[in-house]
């Protein structure tokens, strides 16, 4: 299967048509959840319900029993190793002797109908001893008398960031600040279909963001050589972080080896909620020291996140909320720590910002704070203490890329602000459509954010993508295909693939081919990489096929030579871990910065807030899918309205509360206001085309902003996110 990406010449820089796009709108595009083969079963999990217990035993005899229940399985059936995980193998594919948060996999079932399947799970008795559950992190953190969740202790990392000696200033600005736990919340849940094959593996075709990943954890667990478990790209339906971890993918695939038959398993939307990874929860403490005139002298900070119970990716998350903790600003002396721990609570991981978007929303409002101590405005207080190129991180990295920050804030400060609402339609007020004001209590604010994130994957992970690029002529035209493993997760990376084929070989005609294992591994589709990674790869092959044409044209070298195939690797500068007491390092591989302001209007009786306008303005380095770009803006943007306002996984004793989109609110057409931008290209010169990761830093700097704009128009302090109604209302 491949998708061929438009026929005119559409390269780098231009808005070329997705593929997907027509398919997506109809509603004709296969998404996993529709995938559909002749004979073909469905698996149901069963989950715990309880957030910590032991399992003194599990009886599947009830489900066996039930007509059309075709397997039971438990971990005593699991093939191979019981154990996966992203960096560390500590969670079980199916809970061995206890369960360490709600909604744990115990046991798995196979049905000719999923009604039928769902029933059969339900019917599996499960025999729980609960057990103390621990939920609150600063306990976990802090008090070693809580019981372990994980073996060794309940601190996963603890990162310290140390330098400079100078801890005392003019002026100074204290605070603490929470973080509730954020959900991905994509639209299409998890979904995949295991298909067993004759040489004994087994094909899945799944929605993940990271194929060569999953692969690695499912084949121990199987009892397979990588070779015989294969993965294809199946249509996704967002991703934002929560597919990087498993799912049901072994699940999937351990029923169709049992049963010899293909099997699908497609979460519901509650189920979706504890079959993936969250964003972690934050507690941090500030202290900022400044000169009279706001120069900044020190930072003090503690930093502490939930990973849940189990590891995924914390340890990465602890690491970049360490390294990036201050924000885009120099600050010579600095007492940092961020530590992530294990609790009970439902497991956490990847979600877009990665760590610096807790971090951000924390260092963020103490920079308002010491503006207001200092007599300064918002802006200029982030001016004067700026990072540019030839800066330092407080780690010690060197910024040696353009990073115009003081420039980009001045630009934003410059924006005209929206009209006011005096006499305007009520519907533009706090409330929307259901006019629950006239407007009588509305007060009107305007805030600032700045963010900082890395770009590609960081502290010396071995971050490379595979591209194969195979030139040919088809009925007598050059044609080219670019195979990748990238997963292409609403991005428009399959769109982004084609234009740097066009623009590098000259040919109208390409595919991008399904991404799949038979190809070399393209890293994850996280950590706004991949047009940097695989970008650089489909580059570096598209090169190595033009130097085969040997100065001739396409047509002309394909008919003297026949098809040209080559594969490249392409791999960014290296990086090194943080020094684990100092946190000195080169850590990262690029940074990018996204500045915003946002202009709200609150009714401060009834809590309500409108978000009028957002303004963005981000440095990309250079352009190169215009309207994609700015797609990810407003989609970045969009998340970071969500924190700020509306979205939390409410989590009471390990327990969740709300996992339906009835109780979990995501922003609307209507919640989105109109927005301003402004993108400059500053291009990176050790990055292919110069260009910046540009899909996370708008969900950083998005939330500060809004919060500070609420801020200004209340006059309250609003320290925690999200801000909710009745913090407003009930002051």
Known sequence: MTETVGTTRQGVGES?????????????????????????????????????????SIDVGPALRMDGVLAALTHEDVPGEKFYGLEHHDQPVLAVDQVRYQGEPVALVAADHPETARRAAAAIVVEYELRPAVTDARAAAADPDQPYVQPGGNVLRRQPVVTGDTFTADVVVRGEYEVGMQDQAFLGPESGLAVPAEDGGVDLYIATQWLHVDRDQLAPCLGLPPEKVRLTLSGVGGAFGAREDLSMQVHACMLALRLNRP????????????????????????????????????????????????????????????????????????????????????????????????????????????????????????????????????????????????????????????????????????????????????????????????ICFSEGFDDYSTARVRAELVNGEPHVTVHTAAAEVGQGLVTLQAQIARTELGVEHVSVATADTTVGSAGSSSASRQSYVTGGAVKAACEAVRERFGGLEAREALEKHGPIEETREYRHRPTYPLDPVTGQGDSHTQLALCVHRAVVDVDVELGLVKVVELAAVQDVGRILNPLALEGQIHGGTAQGLGLALMEEIQVKDGRVLNPSFTDYLIPTILDMPPMRMDILENADPAAPYGLRGAGEPPTLSSTPAIAAAVRDATGLALSRVPIRPEEIALR
């Open 263 to 454: 099997v699908k398993i497609v979460y519901g939307r509650e189920e979706s909620f504890f079959g993936h990874v969250h964003r972690h929860p934050a507690w941090m403490r500030y202290e900022h020291g400044a000169t009279r005139e706001g120069k900044l002298v020190y930072v003090k900070a503690e930093i502490l996140l939930d990973g849940g119970a189990y590891c995924s990716s914390s340890p990465a998350v602890v690491g970049n909320a360490a390294s990036l903790g201050v924000g885009p600003y120099e600050v010579p002396n600095v007492r940092l720590v961020a530590t992530g721990v294990y609790t009970n609570n439902p497991p956490c991981g990847a979600m877009r910002g990665f760590g610096a978007v807790q971090a951000c929303y924390a260092y963020e409002s103490q920079m308002d704070k010491l503006a207001a101590a200092c007599g300064l405005s918002p802006v200029e207080i982030r001016v004067r203490n700026a990072v540019s190129e030839g800066s330092r991180l407080i780690t010690g990295q060197l910024i040696d890329a353009p990073a115009p920050l003081a420039g980009m804030l001045r630009t934003l400060e410059a924006m005209p602000l929206p009209a006011a609402t005096d006499g305007c339609d009520l519907r533009d007020l706090p409330g929307g459509v259901s006019q629950t004001t006239h407007g009588e209590s509305v007060r009107r604010g305007v805030g600032y954010g700045v963010g900082i994130k890395n």
């Open 16 to 56: 070329a048509r997705r593929p997907d796009a027509t398919l997506k709108v109809t509603g004709e595009f296969a998404y996993a959840s529709d995938l559909w083969l002749d004979g073909m079963v469905w698996g149901v999990t069963l989950r715990s319900p309880h957030a910590s217990a032991w399992i003194r």
